[in-house]
């Protein structure tokens, strides 16, 4: 049993675009963007299913799933890994992730299927910077904040306090 702590919880919800990679039917590796990406609690991952066909039916042959949730900004993030149920409109799953998705984004969005994970494991990715280059999250904020500002995303884009 993986545990989901309160870091975990932050990176999560400052990614906010996490990659789910499923197994196709001849075995190959799909990987799909989520921006619905969500800690249900201490043991489960969630999203919805907008516009992933693919994913769920990869998912409803072959339950096995990991999600990654990197925040660029602090350079590190979480490997998810364990296995997935699909769930339909009236779960208590699919209600949540609605109302959230409601919340945030306006109505118009596509809520087909929520997707609960049950995380078996989880791992650490840092970026090389703090395992060769020895720098501190305290160092790779403010330089990596700026790098995205010359590019256009201001700090309020990236929803960082």
């Known amino acids: 049993m993986a545990l989901i702590t309160e870091d975990m919880r932050r990176i999560v919800e400052d990614a906010m675009l996490s990659y789910v990679a499923t197994v ?7 990987l799909s963007p989520k921006g619905s990406v969500r800690v249900y609690d201490d043991e489960h991952l969630a999203f919805m299913d907008m516009a992933s066909p693919g994913t769920v039916a990869n998912l409803r042959r072959d339950p096995r799933v990991e999600v990654n949730s990197i925040d660029v900004v602090r350079r ?5 890994r364990g296995t997935a149920e699909v769930r339909d409109p009236g779960d208590a799953v699919h209600t949540w992730l609605a109302d959230w998705l409601l919340a945030a984004n306006g109505p118009g969005y596509p809520f087909h299927h929520a997707v609960v994970i049950h995380v078996d494991e989880i791992r650490p990715v840092l970026s090389p ?13 403010p330089a990596w904040k700026a790098r995205y500002s010359a590019i256009g995303i201001t700090q309020a884009e990236r929803n960082l306090a």
């Open 24 to 30: 196709r039917p001849d075995g190959a590796p799909n």
């Open 76 to 80: 590190r993030g979480y490997r998810f």
């Open 129 to 141: 910077a703090y395992t060769f280059g020895e720098a501190t999250e305290e160092e790779l904020i």
